[in-house]
């Protein structure tokens, strides 16, 4: 099995002495895990860090063997953001969830272009509050819908927490998720809490029915905006 696509460096783990296993997500082939001979070489090493776009040619001699991967630098992400710890910190965030919630070989292009859009606009000052509904937009890619429409005819106030009952599980969500709008007053704790909303969410629906750790860095980033 041979082909080439473009991708996003999820995951990465040392393999022998120099090389590496990663998991990447493709624009066809969805996620895909393989080795990467040469991993540790400074050349190889220096662009191959999480979140980076890259460029793969996988080859494998069957379908239940691990292939190994070629790879080329498309774009260098994270090393944009090595001095902004927030930044840096959701990118490991982002990385981790995709890397846990994805399926193996399914290709979802929505979810592939969320990446795309959500990065071009790192650099905006609410890119805190895209990333938190890129999270709502995974949770409904992945097969679960808050479905807010039958709360929002009694939500006034963007910056306010509502109490709400979803699938029989009570939740502290904020307005603006609610709505799907801006606030109007964007502070760390609003952050924090629509963070918190969302790993309730992760957590309830897709980690713990599959036994699955909910990712370290994921909560870390939650950690920022105490």
């Known amino acids: 099995m041979n082909w080439e696509d473009e991708g996003f460096l999820i995951s990465k783990r040392k393999f022998r002495e120099n090389a590496n296993i990663i998991d990447v997500f493709t624009t066809r082939y969805g996620k895909v895990s393989g080795i990467v001979y040469g991993g540790n070489s400074r050349k190889i090493r220096n662009y191959l860090q999480i979140s980076n776009k890259i460029y793969l040619t996988y080859t494998s001699k069957s379908e239940n063997r691990i292939g190994y991967f070629k790879t080329e630098l498309i774009e260098a992400i994270s090393p944009k953001y090595f001095n902004h710890k927030k930044k840096t910190a959701t990118l490991l965030s982002l990385t981790s969830v995709l890397n846990l919630l994805l399926p193996?070989?399914?290709?979802?292009?929505?979810?592939?272009?969320?990446?795309i859009e959500l990065i071009k606009n790192f650099d905006n000052d609410n890119w805190m509050l895209l990333y938190i509904f890129w999270e709502l937009l995974i949770i409904r890619e992945?097969?679960?819908?808050?479905?807010?429409?039958?709360?929002?005819?009694?939500?006034?106030?963007?910056?306010?927490?509502?109490?709400?009952?979803?699938?029989?599980?009570?939740?502290?969500?904020?307005?603006f998720l609610i709505k799907n709008k801006i606030p109007n007053n964007i502070n760390d704790d609003l952050i924090r809490k629509s963070l918190i909303f969302n790993r309730s969410i992760m957590s309830?629906?897709?980690?713990?029915?599959?036994?699955?750790?909910?990712?370290?860095?994921r909560i870390l980033l939650e950690n920022y905006f105490i």
């Open 142 to 175: 992945l097969g679960f819908d808050p479905d807010f429409n039958k709360f929002k005819s009694n939500i006034n106030d963007l910056d306010k927490i509502y109490d709400l009952e979803i699938d029989r599980i009570k939740y502290k969500v904020p307005g």
């Open 204 to 217: 309830n629906k897709f980690f713990l029915p599959n036994n699955l750790t909910f990712p370290k860095s």
């Open 104 to 115: 193996e070989s399914q290709a979802n292009i929505k979810i592939y272009n969320s990446i």
